[in-house]
């Protein structure tokens, strides 16, 4: 015979997701803007760090770039004609000045030939001589680099200056960023773990966060019996005596050595998130088809026995062809409705007395109808 049966199994409830949220920086807590119990939405700021050292390397890094970024715009449009030609007449002067101390040298080199003045005087001249030739060497390089234009070498190494300001800048806006603790979810603050005022370390736990509207719940299922577990199915899951609809979502693989059990996890409907609480006694039956041998008996057959057990009558063929009331001990298997499966001693063919069990005895002859 089969029969169907329920079994309880026992589990709690549990979020999601919970976690302990800490800043990716460390510094001095400046703001807490929630408090243990509130409600949070996805991206809401949580808490803030101390930005002011920020704050003011970002600008000085800003007015150096504003700098840096007029000097690439003067190398990119090269140089103003007001430049060059004062370059120009530079080189100008310095080549009459030099050509003046010539002819000057010269002279001084026929009177010193001729006695006329002294080495010390030609010396001075020639001296003079030698000093505008080297600024006239200087002005003239100087106006060639101007007639040329910029090199590109020049505006490849200032744009490289201002790329590095770039990155500099974007790192000091990123820890401003990370300055502020987002909430990675929508949920409930657990647990507040620091006040205003606080130094923390990078990492250090700073609120507990648990999801809202998401709970499951975890229950361990015999090895023997995980296979009357339906993967995908839906189940209904008692919680403080409330039904509510659970989907199964996974039956983890590893056995429990201590219990020898499987665990199921199964995803609640959303709306006892915010019902139930975390922790939470949660109950699943579980219907199970049996296959077992036995007899199907209506309950009217049953007779107490000794001992607390239970017997029934049967009538068997006596001497000179009589039926005698003789009785049988019997276990009860499975009770449903109106009837029983029960086994004992008892056997196929018997025919059993199902009604009017308290006006016999075993022994009695009794008239088949």
Do not use: H
């Amino acid at each position: 015979s089969r029969y169907s049966t329920q079994r309880t199994y026992i589990g709690e409830t549990a979020t999601m997701r919970e976690s302990s949220l800490g800043f990716e920086r460390g510094g001095k807590v400046v703001q807490v803007y929630i408090e243990e119990g509130d409600r949070v939405t996805k991206g809401q700021i949580i808490a803030k760090l101390d930005t002011s050292d920020l704050e003011t390397q970002k600008f000085d890094l800003e007015a150096q770039q504003s700098q840096q970024l007029a000097v690439l715009a003067e190398l990119t449009a090269g140089e103003r004609k007001e430049r060059i030609d004062a370059a120009r007449a530079k080189v100008q002067q310095l080549q009459e000045r030099l050509s003046l101390e010539v002819a000057k040298r010269e002279r001084r080199e026929y009177l010193y030939q001729e006695g006329a003045i002294s080495l010390e005087q030609l010396d001075e001249v020639s001296f003079n001589s030698n000093v505008l030739a080297a600024q006239l060497a200087e002005a003239q390089s100087l106006l060639d680099e101007l007639l040329a234009g910029t090199r590109i070498e020049q505006i490849d190494k200032q744009k490289a200056v201002i790329k590095q300001m770039d990155a500099k800048i974007e790192q000091i806006n990123l820890d401003i960023t990370k300055s502020n603790l987002k909430s990675p979810y929508s949920g409930t603050i657990a647990q507040q773990l620091i006040d205003e005022g606080t130094v923390v370390s990078i990492g250090e736990s700073i609120v507990k966060l648990v999801e809202d509207g998401k709970l499951e719940v975890r229950i361990g299922i015999p090895v023997d019996k995980i296979s009357t577990i339906r993967r995908k199915s839906q189940y209904s899951v008692l919680i403080n005596n409330k039904q509510y609809g659970a989907k199964l979502s996974a039956i983890l693989p590893e056995v429990d050595a201590a219990t020898r059990t499987q665990t199921i996890i199964l995803n609640l409907e959303s709306s006892a998130g915010f019902r139930v609480p975390q922790g939470a006694i949660a109950r699943l039956n579980v219907n199970e088809t049996i296959a077992q041998s036995g007899f199907w008996l209506p309950t009217t057959a049953l007779i107490k026995g000794d001992r607390g057990l239970w017997s029934c009558y049967v009538v068997i063929e006596g001497e000179n062809g009589t039926q005698i009331v003789e009785k049988r001990d019997i276990e009860i298997l499975y009770t449903e409705s109106s009837r029983i499966l029960v086994r004992g001693t008892i056997n196929p063919g018997d025919r059993v007395i199902t009604q009017g069990t308290q006006r016999v005895v075993p022994g009695q002859i009794v008239i088949s109808e």
